[in-house]
């Protein structure tokens, strides 16, 4: 697939040519993308005098990073350790029958990307869901196909 090099040029712009620039501009690379594409990290590598290989690095150090496609939406679940004895394994079980999907896979369609995560800091709200940054605490199996049908609607409604 091509990406459209002239916004990682803008994305560049943006943040400088400066090594200390490079995270926040790998961020909105990925905010655009859903992903880190090799052909923007190779871009990136060439426009700021960063070699390759260091930037590939960073992006694999950093969980925030992922260099295979992602969905639209990111869905988290929390299987730590306070999440899971309330449930959070059950949690992600029935997200990924709404979804069709396990963690670490994304949908067919592109639109959801499935992780479960060891931890997400909040462990009296468990079990945990995030999608897209915002918090669902005290998730109940019931609750998961509602919440995640306001993000399918979403999609409906972005495309009428």
Same mark, same amino acid.
């Given at each position: 697939? $091509? ?33 880190? %594409? $090799? ?7 060439? *426009?700021?005098?960063? %070699? ?16 295979? %496609? ?56 468990? %079990? ?14 019931? *609750? ?5 049908? *306001? ?10």
């Amino acid at each position: 697939m $091509a990406i459209d090099i002239s916004n990682v040029d803008t994305i560049i712009a943006r943040h400088g040519i400066e090594q200390k620039g490079l995270i926040n501009a790998l961020l909105e690379i990925q905010d655009v993308f859903h992903y880190l %594409p $090799a052909e923007a990290l190779k871009h990136v590598s060439e *426009k700021m005098n960063i %070699p390759l290989v260091q930037i590939y690095q960073i992006a694999a150090f950093y969980k925030v990073f992922s260099l295979e %496609p992602r969905g639209e939406h990111l869905v988290s679940v929390c299987l730590g350790t306070a999440c899971h004895v309330r449930g959070g394994g059950l949690l992600i079980d029935q997200v990924g029958r709404v979804l069709d999907i396990g963690p670490g896979e994304t949908s067919a369609d592109m639109k959801f990307t499935l992780e479960a995560e060891n931890c997400l800091g909040c462990c009296a709200l468990g %079990p945990v869901m995030v999608v897209d940054g915002k918090y669902y605490g005290n998730m109940a199996i019931s *609750k998961v196909e509602r919440v995640l049908n *306001k993000y399918m609607e979403q999609e409906v409604v972005a495309n009428d």
